[in-house]
């Protein structure tokens, strides 16, 4: 049996989802005893939930129609969270987006209006990087803060600190565009214009200031494309968001051992041993390095460019093994 408060959120639920319930329908579903879910309705009415009892050959409940139910007890930070972990859900394969989308509409109705509006300005784009790094932490009020720009159109001023925790030079004046998640980071994608260009910004190192400047005509993203943009910007492709470089090759591994750890690859079953693998990379270089740390039998099928880059590699290896000369 689940716990009283997952069993209390449980019953809330159903009684959402339509207007009469039957007392025995809701101790079937929640599998729980007609008395459990009366001691049940009891506890919600007692934290306010307006529920009426119907009657009728079987009884039932029902949410009084038209009743404002009370809030959900959510601070600021909590609030942010919320809509960072629904929207990406909303936004990931894992095959829950839509249930996460509607979680997210059910969830903001019973909060207070303030809180309300600081989940309709974060917006939030979710860009997946196969075997992305672990994610940075970022405060929640940069998020906040950047996300409102974005959804009011205002110009947005910060300080950016350098990689290394030093000061970025001169505040940064941007059109703020799209908050995105990259590699377990968030970035601002932004219009800058001191150097009329788009730039990517990590949140991280953002202070934002205020207050913000006029609000801005957005521009379009190169391509019309966020996801698209950002996946090219940050594996150096050439702004149609394909890799610059892509070969194939066959190595000796099951084609279902290859596939976990190939990416975006495309793995194709050649035999119980041995599959065809086609990846792309940022550099001919890297893309040998990649395929070799399969640690198995490597059958190049091309590009020449990928056959020279493993000869390369050879060459650099080889001398790396030698270490250095010996002084005599």
């Not at 260009?197 to 934002?208: C, E, G, K, N, S």
């Not at 070969?247 to 084609?255: C, D, I, Q, R, T």
Request: some cysteine; overall charge positive; aromatic content about 6%.
């Amino acid at each position: 049996m689940p716990t009283t408060s997952a069993r209390l959120l449980a019953l809330l639920s159903l009684l959402q989802a339509r207007r009469d319930w039957p007392g025995a329908l809701l101790a079937e579903r929640l599998e729980v005893s007609a008395r459990t879910v009366r001691r049940d309705v009891d506890r919600l009415r007692g934290l306010g939930y307006p529920i009426a009892a119907t009657k009728g050959p079987e009884g039932g409940y029902r949410l009084d129609a038209g009743a404002e139910l009370p809030s959900l007890l959510f601070d600021d930070e909590q609030a942010v969270a919320l809509a960072v972990a629904l929207q990406l859900a909303a936004a990931s394969s894992a095959g829950i987006g839509e249930a996460a989308a509607r979680a997210l509409n059910t969830v903001r109705q019973v909060m207070p209006a303030r809180l309300r509006h600081r989940i309709d300005t974060l917006r939030v784009t979710a860009v997946e990087r196969p075997g992305g790094r672990s994610g940075t932490e970022v405060d929640g009020g940069v998020l906040a803060a950047v996300g409102a720009a974005v959804h009011a159109r205002e110009v947005l001023r910060f300080d950016y600190a350098g990689p290394a925790g030093g000061s970025g030079g001169a505040p940064r004046r941007v059109e703020p565009h799209h908050l995105v998640t990259w590699g377990g980071r968030w970035y601002l994608v932004a219009w800058d214009l001191d150097r009329g260009d788009w730039r990517t910004f990590r949140a991280d190192r953002m202070a934002p200031r205020t207050p913000t400047g006029p609000r801005f005509t957005p521009r379009e993203v190169p391509g019309g494309e966020v996801a698209a943009f950002v996946a090219g910007r940050f594996l150096g492709a050439d702004g149609s968001g394909a890799l610059p470089c892509r070969g194939e090759v066959v190595l000796g591994l099951p084609a279902a051992t290859v596939s976990r750890y190939a990416g975006d690859g495309l793995v194709e079953e050649l035999g119980p041993d041995r599959c065809r693998l086609t990846l792309g990379s940022w550099s001919w270089a890297g893309l040998a390095a990649a395929v070799g740390a399969f640690d198995a039998e490597i059958e190049v099928v091309g590009p020449p460019e990928l056959r020279r880059a493993f000869a390369l590699l050879a060459r650099r290896y080889a001398a790396a093994a030698a270490g250095p000369s010996p002084v005599g």
